[in-house]
């Protein structure tokens, strides 16, 4: 393993979770050369986590015996927002408050560091080597336990001036709603296409329908609805239906901004396949302006270890 | 006149009607040093435009003795869709069909050209000499006979995959909306938002209500509508602050996707004043995720010039 990183550049990608903390070491055209998991020690508002950090790389460097030149940097991803500069905008997850992440990783490694939020890197990894492939322009939308999404403009994160742009998921699509979502707002796309969302919305269809079904409330998660309406449940398909059609109006929205080359889906959710592509498509295509029709739609393929890819482009740039 | 342009390198920023072309020669710091308007010569399906431009250009340059070596280029808009390479992708107020308008008025006249959306170079205009100064990422709306947009994001015009990035006006903001818009759509922005939307509205709360009110049928536009908002017409006041309404949820859908700086607002529309900004910004404000509020409102201050303002911009760099 020493010999076969000397040949070309090479850089780290770090995405760090409220549990773990993927660290992946990238050459820079993208090949994954190794990975690893560490904990991640939240304890006392996660004041030891880029020590930690610091430190595995540090010794990754030396067992590897990587010299200083070959290394471009690291590239780190964090679950709340950042701007630009580095600026960390405060992580309730991590514990931290609002403090320049790069500028301390880079005071104790002596590396260049790039930091971004974990959809902006998981889209910019979906892009480098993930179903965006081809791309120059991609917009990720992830679908799991919420919705978060991340906006690729010409090979590069679009962060916004206080790191909140691509928030699609608190993007508001439906006025009539009654119940809040999780950011204190109504009727938020996440309310619907999240994994959460689409339980929430299979639940209401129940008790509101007398329709034979073979989803029950005991048992209902993501999966089991989509796998009933495949095979062909009608009030499964009514809800995942809903679930696409908002997620397709919120993209129309989307285009008129950015207008890019393809959406790009990710998350829990997008294991469900074709039929979330085919009906979100759908829903788009019927309710965008004719100047923004034709765009692609994509699985997302990288799973977990979209944002440590993405995280290590970011330093490749 | 022809020593003053001498100290400093200059450029052209031209913006294209469909009745008349306004130029406007600036100096790299963004002062205009002078400017023109030229009849738009439609026939033929616009075939003389650009050469009519590149005479009239030639004219200037010969007449103010200025030198090539001082000459940064030409800044382009044109109102239609343009992609980043210079392609026009269309433009139908002027007969144009689908052809690269950057390459054919540099063979003309030998300067370095780069062309824009109409909309994408008043966005730019305003934000380097205008309503958005100061600022290095705004989202510029004008509120004309449509609804235009542009994107700025670090002081670069965001033009999309097919140009089309920045067309908020066709954002489905109501999709209970009958009426059809321009567009073919149903429930578009434009149709509330624009001069003749909040017309169209007028007309609409004139029929239904039977509210006294100073508004007639006959003598409708939107400057006396707002006129007799202003003035407290209970009626007036239900028809801008609707409008007013979808413009503020378009934009919390915007900010969602760029979080910019600052709105900027322009057109014929926003001459209403602060009553357009003090409304529009309650409805952003009550509608948009934590994360996006506290956004700055300006109203637009360049008028007519802001497209020659930042045609000028895209040159300059």
Redesign the interface.
Known sequence: MENNVASTKVCFGIDVGGTTIKVGLFDELGTMIDKWQVPTNRNENGRYILNDLSEFILNVIKDKKISDEDILGIGLGIPG?VRDDGIV?GCVNLGWGIFNAANVLTELTGLKVIVNNDANIAALGEQWQGGGKGF??TVFITLGTGVGGG?I?DDHI???????????G???VN?EETESCN???KG?LEQYASATGIVRLAKKYLSQNSDSTLLNNEKLNARIIFDHAKAGDKLAIDVVKRACSYLG?AL??????????AFVIGGGVSNAGSILIDYTKEEYEN?V????RNKDFKLAILGNDAGIYGAAKMVVG
Chains 1, 2 share one sequence.
């Open positions: 927002p905008i120059k322009s906006i403009i679009l962060t916004g001036s206080n790191g909140a742009a691509g928030e699609i608190h993007m508001t006025f950011c204190g707002k938020c109006v129309t929205h989307v285009a008129a901004v950015v207008d890019p080359e309710n302006m004719q100047a923004l």
